[in-house]
């Protein structure tokens, strides 16, 4: 049994809130450099050149690389052989929140109560995903969420008989109806099966993969790269003023379901999809 404080816990949140409002992801950063060399539109190619100055302003002078700086995504995976000391771990992760936010100087995008609507003023609470998992680590992904592109997300309760196609169409009519909404270029994040709320939760794990890896099981790395081909053939384009540049990448996470179901989640997120991971 190894003991960790959760006062690390929060001392590690804060500055993963900080890090992922202010600088992209490796991986990000390379698909999007990959996009500045194959976008076949000229405007797109300058859209493509004003997103990557605005990054390297923000690195620079320290400021958000966006101004919708969020609501923070937890994910924390916890090892059954750790054993947590000094105080509650939502507590710790909620005060991590409010330290990276109030610190870095980061807007606070939560309001208490959905239909009051009053700010919380430090951005809590997270949005927290624990999972008990193997060993004596903690693992923690901070994945602050805009809502440009998270409001252009959907679930659809398939029939068994839809397959394979009915995946494809459901991506495809969650990416259209986003159209320049979702801040193009995005990351679609999918998660197809499990029940209503488990494709919801993997369809947002999804968007936390490496952008421009792929999936170990055959049939869904084919589904990644034919639904990045074919979003990208929409010609909404970086900005959503055209261009061959819709997706940098389709990340699709499954799982088991019931026989009479095929839930798909489609949780789309905008061309900073940011994401930091640690391990404590
Ligand atoms: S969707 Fe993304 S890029 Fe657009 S405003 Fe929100 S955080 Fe910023």
């Known amino acids: 049994m190894r003991t960790v404080q959760v006062s690390e816990i929060t001392e590690n949140i804060k500055e993963m809130c900080i890090e992922a409002n202010h600088y992209l992801s490796e991986d990000m950063e390379a698909v999007m ?8 539109a000229p405007l797109g190619r300058q859209i493509l050149a004003q997103l990557r100055e605005n990054l ?3 690195a620079k002078d320290m400021i958000p690389i966006c101004q919708d700086t969020g609501m923070a995504v937890v994910f924390l995976e916890i090892g059954q052989d750790v054993h947590l000391e000094g105080g509650l771990l939502e507590d710790a992760v909620n005060e991590g929140v409010c330290q990276g936010y109030t610190e870095g100087y980061l807007r606070k995008s939560v309001v208490g109560d959905p239909i009051l609507r009053e700010n919380t003023k430090d951005n809590t609470p997270a949005v927290i995903h624990t999972r008990i998992v193997a060993g004596d680590k903690v693992k923690i992904k901070v994945a602050p969420k805009g809502f440009g592109s998270e409001n252009m997300s959907r679930v659809f309760m398939l ?8 995946v494809k169409n459901a991506i495809l ?6 159209g ?9 994040g999918v998660g197809v099966g499990g029940t209503f709320e488990k494709c919801a939760l993997m369809a947002k794990e999804a968007l ?11 049939w869904v790395k084919e589904l990644e790269e034919e639904m990045l081909e074919k979003i ?7 900005g959503g003023l055209g261009g061959s540049t819709t997706a940098f990448a389709v990340n699709v996470n499954t799982y ?5 179901g095929l839930p798909v989640a489609v949780n789309i997120c905008c061309h900073v999809n940011r994401h930091v991971v640690r391990e404590i």
């Open 173 to 178: 009519t969650a990416v259209k109806d986003a």
């Open 33 to 40: 450099n990959r996009a500045a060399k194959t976008e076949a």
């Open 180 to 188: 320049p909404n979702a801040c193009p270029p995005m990351v679609v």
């Open 208 to 218: 936390t993969r490496d952008a421009g890896s792929h999936s170990s099981i055959p």
């Open 56 to 58: 390297e302003i923000a």
């Open 232 to 238: 990208n053939c929409l010609g909404i384009g970086p």
């Open 256 to 260: 088991p379901t019931h026989i009479a």
């Open 159 to 166: 029939k068994p008989a839809d397959g394979l196609e009915g």
